[in-house]
């Protein structure tokens, strides 16, 4: 079956750094891959997405490239900010199947 | 954006009660629904998936009659834990698909804690 491997949390990192949240995932064809963001208090949000290999998806100056040959879809910023601290999740869906297989989700946090 | 609400936001419930929650999608409708357990430092795991006018379809090992679901309007769905037991505690999410436009997105709610004694 599908399934989706995230870089174990908690994270901390001070304000400007350069952040990287690695994600390796498993699955039957050609799946789109998603990171979805979860503030204090709120339900998930879709940050980006990348529906088939080398598309970048970008948001808020976070990247992640589908990579087809290592099955992976790292996070990436270059400088973070206090105000992105929060779980980030690395999910998955099948072509044509709108189910999503997520990550165990990875706590940000950053200080000033 | 779009609009997903959850209530309640929390419940402690006894053992053997039965407890409701409702996800709502606010600004626009959702012929489909999906329903996510979450366990503490572990992933979102998908229960069932919730049509609008039709039968739920769960997931493999997720009891039907335990876990009952309704998606009765274009904008409401409920999932009942039936007879509710300690092991049943965990964080509930839903989610609506919004479609339309270039891909169809699932909106999430904020999630509710389900307690039982």
């Known amino acids: 079956g599908n399934s989706v491997t995230q870089m174990e949390g908690p994270v901390t990192l001070s304000e400007e750094a350069f952040l990287t949240i690695n994600c390796t995932y498993t699955a039957t064809g050609y799946p789109s891959l998603f990171w979805y963001v979860q503030y204090p208090g709120e339900g998930l949000q879709l940050l980006l997405k990348?529906?088939?290999?080398?598309d970048k998806g970008s948001n808020k100056g976070f990247e992640a490239t589908y990579r087809k040959e290592t099955t992976s879809f790292h996070l990436e910023k270059g400088s973070v900010q206090v105000s992105d601290s929060a779980v980030y999740f690395c999910a998955l869906s099948e072509q044509g199947n709108e189910k999503l297989t997520f990550g165990t989700g990875t706590r940000l946090t950053i200080i000033p | 954006g779009a609009v997903v609400s959850q209530h309640p936001s929390w419940v402690i419930c006894k053992s053997g009660t039965s407890v409701k929650i409702e996800c709502r999608s606010l600004?626009?409708?959702?012929?489909?629904m999906f329903w996510y357990r979450q366990f503490p430092k572990q992933s979102l795991m998908l229960m069932a998936t919730s049509n609008e006018g039709s039968k739920a379809t769960y997931e493999q090992g997720v009891e039907k009659d335990k876990f009952l679901i309704n998606h009765a309007s274009l904008t409401l769905s409920t999932l009942t834990v039936t007879s509710a037991h300690p092991e049943d505690s965990s964080f509930y999410i839903c989610s609506a698909l919004k479609s339309g436009g270039a891909y169809n997105e699932q909106f999430f709610g904020p999630g509710t804690r389900l307690t039982v004694l």
């Open positions: 600004d626009f409708q959702a012929t489909t």
């Open positions: 990348a529906t088939k290999a080398d």
